[in-house]
């Protein structure tokens, strides 16, 4: 990349804080997921829309983030989505209030789209800031934010909000339904306090991003592979692009799977919620491993085209040994998929960006809706577990998910590009 070096080690480390950010709202959805099934009363395949909430804003928010990007620039635009996020934020009042499920699924959906203006901005300027070869280098540092944010969550959120939560199934199945209510009332009115300060937070960001003085990147500074660009018209002349982007969409499904789906895991191996419910930091733990392993290790070691073969066979092997294990063994096979899913997202974006040239901010949405992965495949996780009679046996259906992730770090990332085989 020709991209500018003046400011670049103060604008990661700002850009840091946003992937902080992301981490945190987003792992916040795995302790939703169990809180709002108790809370609101739901079935496993509703509880599960928390994520079909927040994903699909992903995909219908992110061509229109791409626009406004190319009226505000990367850095105003990533102010821009702090501003919605907080407003998605604060709609989790009124949800409380009411122990309104519908509320809380628009508040998701528009912190969602908030996120997919972050993302389509943050995610390329990560990338441009230095050599396309060792851009998984960089997301990987960012990626480390990412996580250990989300492990924050899990303690911080799942601890105000699922604290006593076994005791409280108990004692909720001998109450009426008046005192019932009530209880339930009292329990959705604890995610009030926190939401607001995250909206307050988030408010007080996007005033600090508007007013910092970061490195705006141009086409000019993105367009490595001009010969390329230059002879297409259409980014769905791009046909690696396409394939990254779903490439994106099976990576984030089966993540979200990973972490989102633990607990419920857990609890059907024999552990209590109470137990089950960190279950997801474990996750977040070998993610952050793997990400470590990879600032070191690429592009020095290896090619991060490499890395992602490598962490793919990983996965589809983890995945089969928590089919066919039990109790510990599965529990610690299960938490590996966060280390063997950690270099997938920095290396595909790389591959799919490499030679867009002008066309680098649609495309970057194009990606970003791949994120609706996380929507998509969480349900149909449910919907094949529920048919197989088993949660367990479930997660066979991501096997195939990781199969095309596979066959893009062979091939698919070459496709129509004349320019790949570096990377």
């Known amino acids: 990349m020709t991209a500018k070096t003046k400011n670049h080690s103060s604008a990661i480390y700002l850009i840091g804080i946003l992937f902080f950010i992301?981490?945190?709202?987003?792992?916040?959805?795995?302790?939703?997921?169990?809180?709002?099934?108790?809370?609101?009363?739901?079935?496993?395949?509703?509880?599960?829309?928390?994520?079909?909430?927040?994903?699909?804003?992903?995909?219908?928010?992110?061509?229109?983030?791409?626009?406004?990007?190319?009226?505000?620039?990367?850095?105003?635009?990533?102010?821009?989505?702090?501003?919605?996020?907080?407003?998605?934020?604060?709609?989790?009042?009124?949800?409380?209030?009411?122990?309104?499920?519908?509320?809380?699924?628009?508040?998701?959906?528009?912190?969602?789209?908030?996120?997919?203006?972050?993302?389509?901005?943050?995610?390329?300027?990560?990338?441009?800031?230095?050599?396309?070869?060792?851009?998984?280098?960089?997301?990987?540092?960012?990626?480390?934010?990412?996580?250990?944010?989300?492990?924050?969550?899990?303690?911080?959120?799942?601890?105000?909000?699922?604290?006593?939560?076994?005791?409280?199934?108990?004692?909720?199945?001998?109450?009426?339904?008046?005192?019932?209510?009530?209880?339930?009332?009292?329990?959705?009115?604890?995610?009030?306090?926190?939401?607001?300060?995250?909206?307050?937070?988030?408010?007080?960001?996007?005033?600090?991003?508007?007013?910092?003085?970061?490195?705006?990147?141009?086409?000019?500074?993105?367009?490595?592979?001009?010969?390329?660009?230059?002879?297409?018209?259409?980014?769905?002349?791009?046909?690696?692009?396409?394939?990254?982007?779903?490439?994106?969409?099976?990576?984030?499904?089966?993540e979200v799977i990973s972490y989102d789906t633990f607990s419920s895991f857990g609890e059907d191996l024999g552990y209590p919620l109470e137990t089950a419910r960190k279950f997801a930091s474990y996750t977040g733990y070998g993610l952050l491993a793997g990400y470590m392993l990879s600032i070191a290790a690429i592009p020095k070691l290896i090619s991060q085209r490499n890395a992602l073969i490598i962490s793919t066979v990983l996965s589809m092997i983890l995945v089969l040994l928590s089919i066919v294990t039990e109790g510990d063994m599965a529990v610690f096979c299960f938490a590996l998929l966060g280390f063997s899913n950690s270099v997938m997202w920095p290396a595909i974006w790389p591959l799919a960006i490499n030679g867009l040239g002008r066309f680098t901010k649609t495309g970057s949405a194009l990606l970003i809706m791949g994120i609706v992965g996380g929507a998509i495949l969480p349900p149909v996780y449910g919907l094949v577990a529920d048919a197989l009679g088993s949660r367990q046996t479930g997660y066979l259906m991501m096997i195939p998910c990781y199969t095309f992730i596979l066959y893009y770090a062979i091939a698919g990332y070459k496709a129509g590009s004349r320019n790949s085989n570096k990377h």
Not at 46 to 58: N, P, R
Not at 97 to 114: E, H, P
Not at 156 to 165: F, H, K, Q, R
Not at 178 to 191: N, P, Y
């Open 22 to 254: 992301f981490g945190f709202i987003t792992w916040a959805n795995s302790q939703l997921i169990p809180y709002l099934k108790l809370a609101c009363e739901l079935t496993d395949t509703q509880s599960y829309l928390v994520a079909t909430a927040f994903f699909a804003a992903y995909f219908f928010m992110a061509l229109p983030s791409s626009l406004v990007l190319r009226r505000t620039g990367f850095k105003n635009g990533m102010s821009v989505g702090l501003f919605v996020m907080a407003l998605g934020a604060l709609l989790f009042v009124p949800a409380a209030n009411l122990r309104n499920y519908g509320l809380f699924l628009t508040g998701l959906f528009i912190i969602g789209t908030g996120l997919a203006l972050l993302q389509t901005a943050a995610n390329p300027y990560v990338a441009v800031l230095g050599p396309l070869e060792s851009a998984a280098k960089r997301i990987s540092i960012m990626g480390i934010c990412n996580k250990i944010a989300g492990i924050l969550a899990v303690y911080i959120l799942g601890t105000i909000t699922l604290s006593n939560a076994d005791e409280l199934k108990a004692k909720l199945a001998s109450l009426d339904p008046v005192q019932k209510a009530a209880e339930l009332d009292a329990l959705a009115s604890k995610v009030i306090v926190p939401y607001l300060v995250i909206a307050g937070l988030l408010g007080l960001l996007g005033l600090i991003f508007m007013r910092m003085q970061l490195p705006e990147i141009s086409d000019d500074d993105i367009a490595e592979d001009s010969s390329l660009s230059a002879s297409r018209t259409t980014i769905w002349q791009f046909p690696h692009l396409l394939l990254g982007a779903l490439a994106i969409f099976f990576y984030v499904g089966v």
